[in-house]
């Protein structure tokens, strides 16, 4: 007999309803929900594979613990007493920050990973705080924090309204989309173009996504904000500001235009290799469209200039009045947001306000670089202690994070590390103790951080499709106990970590004037939570104090965990509107066109115009059904054109020797790997690329599948010494190397 439920996908960030058929325990297919509000039916290959993720037979079923050197099968009790024991001495004699945090991708993608994290943060107390967004998005975070004066305040093209996209470094077709949440992004795309507007693309190569643009600008990568920065020279140069109703609560525009003025499309064309009349017609028609949206992702973030193009994106969508209004980038509102406060100054945004132990890297949003991990583990100073413990809640940074052999190295060393994480991979092969979530099947979901960036305000969640497995226990519980026993509470009832923080939250609402619930008892609003576990009650208590919630009975029709359980295909909350003022929180209470930062960094961009790569560079590349290192797993997301090859232009081929299918050498400052070549015009001359994720072959891992067809790890050519200095994200993209082909007697790169 078979049944089925809705569970909505936790594999990208566009968050679709699927409908899961499930026989027994195990879930047997998937197809696209019709009824979801949100994503109306649709579904991608990988969403349809939810069932083999989720009954991959490697999955971890019960805890390792580390017996003389070998992980082994374990009670969950055993497990959490080896936390306790392996990370309280190293607090204790050491001082938190000698515990190090690893939070990885999937994080964003669960309720855990949404709701202990933090808890977990404060409970310990270390600044040895990396996660994934320091190789992904943390440029937008910073430029955001500086513009608005809050580092989660990002924008999202109106992909349903907008009459121009100009789409920089994404390529949504592949990965449907990121910081701009929406299910369906190619038939938004297509949507688009039916409606008679136009998308410009700019990538070094021809991706999917560019072979649906009007215009597809093959640039040089790394050189974005030179591109974007010309044509906001343009816009002032030729009066085409207009910057309609957001205008009252701007400040700088006028220091603006001076700060830009080098920057015209004559002078970065050499550098950019896009031809000055190009960029002017780009900075022309984003002015003339009714309404325009510039949107910018990995390939503008993950290099050297990775903030400043960042920031220019908004700055264009501002100067052209597209910020804030319908058809342009707006602020979502997502259910759970915290009560809007009325509008006026706030706290700011500070960078800097402390550095990492080795290389002196400033904290931004308080992490520092995960390229810097590996040092901060090896490398002792006089400033402080290195990390000796090591917590990594769904990282695998031995290959999603720069020179992986270097980091493999470093876990090693480590005197006690803990990974939770569903697999035995190239990462959690180090830890002394593995704790394994239950497969998503099994997990309830709502999507706390990708409604906050979503085309469409909405609210969904969903209930475990599956009940628990005997023996698993659920993310939430394990990440619970995780925080008990690293905080030195070990042993206490899970439960107390949600009461704590209910506790906290609304004991901080009623203070607040402009809460509904302002003066009420805390105690008497935790009574009224509804849900039959610690995260339902959480969620339910975000639900109600959130911007469409009940307030605890104070707006009867308001928003609360039993009226949304009514609701399985969720509910539709309206389009993006208007917010401006009241997201900002920067000092002034505007929107700060040129912050200081800013100022400071644009003479590296101005160095910029003078740079040229003296050989080839290589960007990475996604491919639909993959997803970062840990989907190469499952056989039906594996083969085909999902493969970890160099795509190499014909021309640098012919001059390099290099033939299609022959294996080369890539070759930078971390070191070499070897692969296939794809002689391919889909990259642009001068360019190659490889996708990351791949290097399934290190020993002692459990990955039967991933490790028959292993690829090699990009990360290894990087050395985690180029970064952008006011983010400290990876250069992921426009990294130099050398590329020789293999032959039998070619001798070793020196
Ligand atoms: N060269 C290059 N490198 C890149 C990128 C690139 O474009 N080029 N992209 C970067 C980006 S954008 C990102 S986000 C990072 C991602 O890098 P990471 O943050 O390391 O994320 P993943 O590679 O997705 O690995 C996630 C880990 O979480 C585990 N996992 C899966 N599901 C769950 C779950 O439900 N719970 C728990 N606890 N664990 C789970 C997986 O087994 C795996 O070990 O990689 C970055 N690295
Ligand atoms: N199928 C699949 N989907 C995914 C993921 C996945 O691994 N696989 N990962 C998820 C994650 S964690 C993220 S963050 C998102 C990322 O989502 P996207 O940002 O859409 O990521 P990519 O597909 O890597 O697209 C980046 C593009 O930037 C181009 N590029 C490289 N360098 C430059 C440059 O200097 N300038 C410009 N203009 N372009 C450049 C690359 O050629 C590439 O086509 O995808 C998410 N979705
Ligand atoms: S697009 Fe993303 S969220 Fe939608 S089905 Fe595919 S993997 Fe799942
Ligand atoms: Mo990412």
Known sequence: MSRTALRICPLC???????????????????????????????????????????????????????DGELREATWEEAFDAVAAGIRPVVERYGPSAVGVVLGNPNVHTMAGALYPTVLLAG?????????????????????????????AIPVPDLDHTDHLLLLGANPLESNGSLCTAPDFPGKLKALKARGGTLTVVDPRRTRTAKLADRHLAIRPGTDALLLAAMANVLFEEGLVDLGESAPHLQGVDELRAAVADFTPEAVTDACDVDAATIRTLARELAAAPTAAVYGRIGSCTVPHGTLASWLVDVLNILTGNLDRPGGALFPQAATDRTPRPAGPGHGFALGRWRSRVSGHPEAKGELPLSALAEEIDTATAEGEP????????????????????????????????????YLNETSRHAHVVLPPPPPSQSPHHDFAFNTLAVRNQVRYTRPAVPLEPGRMAETEILARLVLAA??????????????????????????????????????????????????????????LGPYGDGFGVRTDGLNLARLLAQPHGIDLGPL??????????????????????????????????ERPAGLVLVGRR?????????????????????????????????????????????????????????????????????????????????????????????????????????????????????????????ALT
């Open 13 to 67: 960030e566009a968050t679709c309803g699927l409908t899961l058929t499930i026989e027994g325990t195990r879930v047997t297919g998937a197809r696209g929900d019709r009824d979801d509000v949100f994503s109306r039916g649709f579904i991608c290959p990988k969403g349809a594979s939810f069932g083999a993720v989720d009954g991959d037979p490697d999955r971890l079923r019960t805890p390792l613990v580390r017996v």
């Open 487 to 544: 905080t030195g509470m070990h042993g206490a009832d899970p439960d107390a970590v949600d009461t704590m923080v209910i506790d906290q939250t609304l004991g901080k609402a009623v203070k607040e004037p402009h809460s509904p619930v302002h003066g009420r008892d805390p105690r008497e609003l935790a009574a009224q939570l509804t849900g039959e576990t610690g995260p339902e009650r959480r969620l339910d208590m975000m639900l109600r």
């Open 387 to 422: 990390i000796r413990a090591l917590v990594a809640v769904a990282a695998n940074p031995v290959l999603s994070a720069p020179d992986g052999n270097r980091l493999d190295k470093a876990l090693d060393s480590l005197d006690f590390m803990v990974s939770v994480d569903p």
């Open 623 to 747: 491919h639909l059904r993959s997803n970062n290192s840990w989907m190469h797993n499952v056989p039906a997301l594996t083969g085909g054109t999902n493969r970890c090859t160099l795509h190499i232009h014909p021309e640098d081929a012919d001059r390099l020797g290099v033939r299609d299918g022959a294996p080369v050498r890539v070759k930078g400052a971390g070191g070499e790997v070897t692969a296939p070549a794809e002689v391919t015009d889909g990259v642009r001359r001068g360019v190659v690329s490889l996708p990351h994720g791949w290097g399934h072959d290190r020993p002692g891992t459990r990955l039967s599948h991933a490790s028959a067809d292993p690829g090699v790890n990009v990360n290894q050519i990087l050395d985690g010494s180029l970064l952008d200095p006011l983010s400290g994200n990876a250069v992921l993209n426009g990294v130099p190397v050398e590329v020789a082909a293999v032959t039998e007697n070619f001798p």
């Open 124 to 152: 310990l107390g270390t600044r040895s705080v990396f996660t994934a967004s320091t190789v992904d998005q943390m440029p937008k975070h910073v430029s955001s924090g500086l513009l608005y004066g809050d580092a989660n």
């Open 577 to 610: 509107r208007p917010r401006l003022p009241q997201p900002l929180k920067t000092r002034s209470g505007k929107v700060e066109l040129l912050p200081q930062p800013i100022v400071d960094d644009l003479p590296r961009l101005r160095q910029a115009l003078h």
